[in-house]
């Protein structure tokens, strides 16, 4: 299967930027309006059918430089390997279990059934972040660049189009580092002694399901800026 090209619609975006044009100018001509908008509006659709590739090039390497920065002060370490480094501690950990009896059993099967637990639901944090939320941002971007010419071929009429979709763009770049400074932020957390040291890694768990809440509210948040 060949790769999509990004620029499948741009000869459509030429045609609709002077069908545009000239709905705009008959528009304004019928309304004794000034021709100044008409004009304004083919200059900025042209400007954005030839540069906008550009313009993601330029969101896309700020994007990477962020994450690469909060990843740095981060350590290089992900989510998933700080929760597997902390609940493989927390798993060694006694719990004031000395001696093998009836009466300790029902404790012990219930810790290896929290361990257990608590690796599955580290895998899933990794999915979410690697998988859902990084395939999603993938997919979305290129949707945009394939759908950009259009909202610019609309310039003259609906300026609106190219607005959202350019602020829509700096949404999705800002995904990525979002996600680092939620990585920043839950390696000084988990590796607290409050929660690294809590009775049989409980406060990883809850740490874990408020890190699954943050990490599918990204998109939410990132488009509240």
Request: hydrophobic fraction near 55%.
């Amino acid at each position: 299967m060949s790769p999509l090209d990004l620029g499948l619609l741009i000869p459509v975006g030429k045609t609709l930027l002077i069908g545009s044009f000239a709905w705009s100018l008959v528009a304004a001509l019928r309304s004794g309006d000034a021709l100044e908008r008409a004009f304004e509006g083919l200059v900025l659709g042209l400007v954005a059918l030839v540069f906008y590739r550009q313009g993601a090039e330029i969101l896309n390497t700020l994007s990477q430089l962020m994450k690469h920065y909060l990843e740095e002060r981060g350590g290089g370490v992900s989510i998933a390997e700080r929760l597997a480094q902390a609940l493989k501690g927390a798993g060694h950990d006694p719990v004031a279990l000395k001696d093998n009896t009836l009466a300790q059993s029902p404790l012990l099967i219930l810790k290896g059934g929290i361990w257990g637990a608590l690796i599955s639901i580290s895998q899933f944090i990794f999915f979410c972040v690697e998988g859902v939320l990084g395939l999603a941002q993938r997919v979305l971007w290129q949707i945009l660049l394939i759908l950009f010419p259009v909202a610019a071929g609309l310039m003259p009429i609906a300026p609106g189009m190219v607005r959202a979709l350019a602020l829509y763009a700096v949404e999705l770049c800002l995904w990525g580092p979002i996600l680092c400074l939620i990585n920043l932020a839950a390696g000084s957390v988990i590796s607290s002694s409050e929660i690294a040291g809590s009775f049989m890694g409980l406060g990883l768990v809850v740490t874990e399901i408020l890190l699954i809440a943050l990490i599918l509210h990204v998109p939410s948040v990132t488009h509240r800026f």
